[in-house]
């Protein structure tokens, strides 16, 4: 959780994240290894706390026998509903009842922990540790991901300059960018190659945020390092003057990227608070890209625990379809229950609501905000997966309001807890444990996807819109159509969608709260990741370079003269 807690009605004043984190004694992490059966000699530690795990230990036999739980939320204000938090809680909490359990969670980005946020390591008594390295460079994974992808820049660029081994690639048509792991709005549109002749080709380029680039995406689907290798090949970076398309494999820069993500591709073991296993991978954005961890993680996470916990970024719109449509149907995966998050403070601001009185009792705007919490669970059930909404408790929140939100699930024959992992850590989290052992009991079919595959491109995106969204129609600008009549071309149209929308609405209008009906979704261009094997039709005014705040939170952030790291949240 990102937002303090302190409680204006009694004046309770709550740790900070990192006052919290920095005052455990954290756990050798061969102790760690050791609780999902892991020899030392398999570590490859970076430190006493951190520790990457080769891919041999993966057991797809086992995999096949553990339980997914997806953690999602409902549409989340700015700030977020905590998610990450209460995957954390919910896996002390299964610990807690005598379940073996471990946490599988994307790696945090500089862009967000500078920018907004300030970090993205779970909050008070349920996070992931060490913070300040997790949430600071960590293992060095998003480096070496930005490495590679402006490895690819680079040659891109030597090639159309050089006059040996010239493909004879059209500047014109070059779509990828360079990235860096920061928030830098001034980078989003550029023109490279000035100085003259010496200086390369002068053109139109620009950078995405590290968490956009397409080689994350594909690191967070790859099985292995040849698998991962093919990907690269297959990314498609322009056309020749002859309007022949150019792949990765084409510039032969495939093998060289791949040498560059050698370790990147092997998930991270850290622990919780409570000295539970944390395996921690990949950082796709769920507004732009897949949103979730790698199909390496969960499955290591798979094969060494009997329940893996897992969450998808942003609402469930996003997300959640995007975790079962896409990594779910390449890895051949499906989880035994939904966690829905849904906070007090969200509801109310999807009823109206403002921001700065969202800790103030309001009955009526809280009903008026259920219809979102309601379409997301009537979603969840088009996935044919068994649901369960937690409830992250504020300090705020009124046993009336909590028991509002209660009778609306229980109307629905959903499954609900209150879930206070925040304060209280597994402890707070044992009633949404058991709620969760139920549901996964009860599972006994795979998730239903939303589409075929080998439906047409504006089938498929009709079939998120007005399934998962609740459109009531797509329309579909001149770019995008040329742009699907050139997937076509490419034999591509066979691939799963990842629409890029706002996390803030249900529809592509980040200011329609609640549960907007009947909206126009407005496909405006489609890009193509074939690396990655799927397509990404652009919804409003997405950006693959977010800006800083006005007051980032970078400018809170210190060290003191013996390293101690203050301002992380």
Not at 149 to 161: E, F, K, P, S, W
Not at 362 to 375: F, P, R
Request: hydrophobic letters at 40%; one cysteine or more.
């Amino acid at each position: 959780m990102f937002q303090s807690r302190n409680n204006k009605q009694n004046m309770t004043v709550y740790k900070s994240d990192l006052e919290i984190a920095q005052s455990v004694q954290m756990n050798h992490i061969k102790d760690i290894a050791s609780k999902l059966n892991i020899g030392e000699d398999h570590l490859e530690m970076f430190g006493k706390y951190k520790a990457k795990l080769p891919l041999s230990l993966i057991d797809e036999k086992k995999v096949g026998n553990s339980n997914m739980v997806l953690v999602t939320a409902i549409t989340p204000t700015p700030s977020g509903e905590g998610k990450t938090t209460t995957s954390i809680g919910l896996t002390e909490g299964l610990n807690k009842i005598g379940k073996q359990a471990v946490v599988v969670l994307r790696e945090p980005s500089l862009g967000p922990v500078f920018g907004m946020k300030g970090g993205a390591a779970g909050g008070g008594r349920s996070q992931v540790v060490p913070m300040e390295d997790i949430n600071l460079h960590f293992t060095g994974d998003f480096s070496a991901i930005e490495k590679a992808n402006n490895l690819l820049a680079a040659i891109i660029d030597n090639n159309i300059q050089s006059t040996k081994n010239n493909l004879g690639i059209d500047p014109r048509t070059v779509v990828w960018k360079r990235v860096m792991d920061m928030n830098d709005r001034s980078l989003r549109n550029i023109v490279s190659g000035m100085g003259g002749k010496s200086g390369g080709m002068m053109r139109e380029a620009g950078f995405n945020i590290t968490a956009a680039s397409e080689v994350m995406a594909i690191l967070c689907l790859a099985n292995s390092i040849g698998d991962l290798k093919e990907k690269i090949g297959n990314i498609y970076i322009g056309d020749t003057y002859d309007k022949k398309a150019i792949y990765a494999r084409d510039l032969k820069a495939h093998g060289a990227m791949t040498a560059l993500l050698k370790d990147a591709i092997k998930p991270n073991l850290v622990q919780t608070l409570e000295g539970n296993p944390a395996l921690i991978h990949g950082g796709p954005f769920a507004n732009i890209a897949q949103g979730t961890n790698s199909v390496i993680a969960t499955k290591m996470g798979m094969s060494h625990s009997e329940y893996v916990i897992t969450e998808a970024g942003f609402g469930a719109d996003l997300g959640a379809e995007k975790f079962l449509d896409i990594k779910c149907g390449y890895a051949g995966l499906s989880p035994k229950a939904i966690v829905v998050v849904a906070t007090i403070r969200a509801l109310k601001y999807h009823g109206g609501q403002s921001l700065k009185e969202l800790t103030s009792p309001n009955i009526d705007a809280l009903k008026s905000g259920l219809g979102n919490l309601e379409k997301h669970l009537e979603n969840v059930k088009t996935f044919g997966v068994p649901g369960v909404v937690a409830i992250n408790k504020f300090v705020s929140d009124t046993d009336e309001e909590i028991e509002i939100v209660k009778n609306k699930c229980k109307q629905m024959g959903v499954r609900i807890a209150l879930c206070e992992g925040w304060e209280y850590g597994g402890d707070g989290s044992k009633e949404l444990a058991h709620e969760v052992v139920k549901a996964v009991e009860s599972c006994t079919t795979k998730y239903t996807p939303v589409y075929d595959w080998d439906s047409s491109i504006e089938e498929k995106i009709e079939a998120v819109a007005e399934k998962i969204y609740g459109a009531g129609k797509v329309e579909f600008q001149s770019k995008a159509r040329l742009n699907i009549k050139k997937i076509e071309r490419l034999g591509l149209s066979n691939k799963p969608i990842c629409i890029a929308k706002t996390q803030n609405s249900f529809s592509d209008n980040p200011k329609a709260l609640g549960r907007p009906k009947g909206f126009t979704l407005t496909i405006r261009e489609i890009e193509i990741a074939a690396g990655a094997g799927f397509v990404i039709p652009i919804t409003g005014d997405i950006l693959r370079m977010p800006g800083l705040p006005s007051i980032p939170s970078a400018v809170g952030i210190d060290i003191d003269e013996e390293g101690k790291i203050s301002g992380l949240s």
